[in-house]
Nanobody, 126 residues
């Protein structure tokens, strides 16, 4: 069983920055593919970013490319999402997810994310 807990959300003005963290349980975190997703009220959950096991490969939704950065610290079992130049349309509940399978994932955003955290709210005011 893998547990994920997000932190770092909050209220920020447009143009501001936030850094989300996701702490994971398990002794094999370095083998997990990790992703960030978000869901705004009345909308479907959407992919935001994903990162490979070693951190060398990343993938971003077009809507956040150039503004958000995903990274991981395998020694701390933590994945991060640095969000800069935030816009009101970034307002959503952000959740991290883990693919703990053993197989190779070429398309990071299509990983089998089968463990999810409860999420953290990000609100961007105009």
């Amino acid at each position: 069983q893998v547990q994920l807990v997000e932190s770092g959300g909050g209220l920020v003005q447009a143009g501001g920055s936030l850094r989300l963290s996701c702490a994971a349980s398990g002794r094999t975190f370095r083998n997990y593919y990790m992703g960030w997703f978000r869901q705004a009220p009345g909308k479907e959950r959407e992919f935001v970013a994903a990162i490979g096991r070693g951190g060398g490969r990343t993938d971003y939704a077009d809507s956040v490319k150039g503004r958000f950065t995903i990274s991981r610290d395998n020694a701390k079992n933590t994945v991060y999402l640095q969000m800069n130049s935030l816009k009101p349309e970034d307002t959503a509940r952000y959740s991290c997810a883990a693919d703990v399978g053993a197989g190779w994932v070429g398309n990071l955003r299509a990983a089998e994310f089968n463990y999810w955290g409860p999420g953290t709210q990000v609100t961007v005011s105009s």
